[in-house]
């Protein structure tokens, strides 16, 4: 079997299955805590390729939680279940203070993306201890609203490369928290849905004018919550190409070994 980087594609193989909305290609999954420095306990899984190098790390931010958003928010769970595999991205995912999913409850309560900000850091420090390269973060929805108010500042700024933003909304972070992810001057791609219920794709592209590095992505077709296979599978190319420095890379719609199907 061989593999062409620029397109995450496999060849030569009769035996390759499709890859669907439930499957689980191989990775070292790994149920992890983090501990915030105000002593909350946050619980959480790292996915790894099962060998060869990590390629980038994904630390994920969910959805608002008092709105059904957790650790485990579909295109985030796909993600673990596919880019260690596919890309040799490792995908950190927790459950932000008070949220609950199968891997169990984080303590405290629900923070108005105000004390989350210490979820991010302790987030992020894991990831640095543990030594996980090429560091990015990727918030979806609530999510993106804590990557761009405290992303762009110490003691996360200096240990991640850059951002991807999944249906930013735009409530909770000002041109203040834009303005500041423009001085950093490290990357960002926004992926924008046309059917957003929040900021469609016209309206984010003027947002985040104040931020010249940032690339705004509308999503033909999409919404929010990027529901169906298609969305999603968009999404995790467009995080892959991202962080992997690749243009336009396409990941591979099969797969040629073991894959586990999980409950839906």
Same mark, same amino acid.
């Given at each position: 079997?061989?593999?062409?980087?620029?397109?995450?594609?496999?060849? =030569?193989?009769?035996?390759?299955?499709?890859?669907?909305?439930?499957?689980?290609? !191989?990775? &070292? *999954?790994?149920?992890?805590?983090?501990? @915030? =420095?105000?002593?909350?306990?946050?619980?959480?899984? #790292?996915?790894?390729?099962? /060998?060869?190098?990590?390629?980038?790390?994904?630390?994920?931010?969910? +959805?608002?939680?008092? %709105?059904?958003?957790?650790? =485990?928010? %579909?295109?985030?769970?796909?993600?673990?279940?596919?880019?260690?595999?596919?890309?040799?991205?490792?995908? #950190?995912?927790?459950?932000? &203070?008070?949220?609950?999913? +199968?891997?169990?409850?984080?303590?405290?309560?629900?923070?108005?993306?105000? /004390?989350?900000?210490? =979820?991010?850091?302790?987030?992020?420090?894991?990831?640095? *201890?543990?030594?996980? +390269?090429? *560091?990015? #973060?990727?918030?979806?929805?609530?999510?993106?609203?804590?990557?761009?108010?405290?992303?762009?500042?110490? !003691?996360?700024? $200096?240990?991640?490369?850059?951002?991807?933003?999944?249906?930013?909304?735009? %409530?909770?972070?000002?041109?203040?928290?834009?303005?500041?992810?423009?001085?950093?001057?490290?990357?960002? @791609?926004?992926?924008?849905?046309?059917?957003?219920?929040?900021?469609?794709?016209?309206?984010?592209?003027?947002?985040?004018? &104040?931020?010249?590095?940032? $690339?705004?992505?509308?999503?033909?077709?999409?919404? %929010? #919550?990027?529901?169906?296979?298609?969305?999603?599978?968009?999404?995790?190319?467009?995080?892959?190409?991202?962080?992997?420095?690749?243009?336009?890379?396409?990941?591979?719609?099969?797969?040629?070994? !073991?894959?586990? $199907?999980?409950?839906?």
């Amino acid at each position: 079997m061989t593999f062409d980087p620029a397109t995450f594609v496999y060849s =030569d193989s009769v035996t390759a299955e499709t890859i669907r909305a439930a499957s689980v290609l !191989p990775a &070292r *999954r790994e149920n992890i805590e983090l501990t @915030t =420095d105000d002593g909350l306990r946050l619980v959480g899984e #790292l996915a790894a390729p099962e /060998s060869g190098e990590i390629r980038a790390t994904l630390i994920t931010l969910h +959805p608002l939680p008092t %709105h059904g958003g957790f650790m =485990d928010s %579909h295109v985030f769970r796909k993600a673990s279940y596919r880019l260690p595999a596919l890309a040799g991205i490792a995908v #950190l995912r927790f459950n932000t &203070r008070g949220t609950s999913s +199968p891997r169990g409850r984080s303590e405290g309560s629900f923070g108005e993306g105000i /004390s989350e900000r210490a =979820d991010l850091v302790a987030a992020v420090e894991f990831a640095r *201890r543990r030594g996980l +390269p090429n *560091r990015w #973060l990727v918030g979806w929805s609530f999510g993106t609203e804590l990557v761009l108010k405290y992303g762009a500042r110490e !003691p996360v700024a $200096s240990a991640v490369e850059g951002a991807v933003l999944l249906s930013p909304p735009l %409530h909770r972070a000002t041109d203040e928290d834009l303005d500041t992810w423009a001085a950093l001057g490290k990357p960002m @791609t926004a992926l924008i849905p046309e059917f957003d219920d929040y900021l469609r794709p016209a309206e984010a592209a003027a947002r985040f004018a &104040r931020i010249p590095q940032a $690339s705004v992505i509308g999503i033909d077709g999409g919404k %929010h #919550l990027w529901v169906g296979e298609k969305f999603a599978a968009r999404a995790l190319n467009e995080i892959s190409s991202t962080v992997l420095g690749i243009p336009g890379a396409v990941l591979s719609g099969q797969w040629d070994g !073991p894959m586990a $199907s999980a409950a839906q």
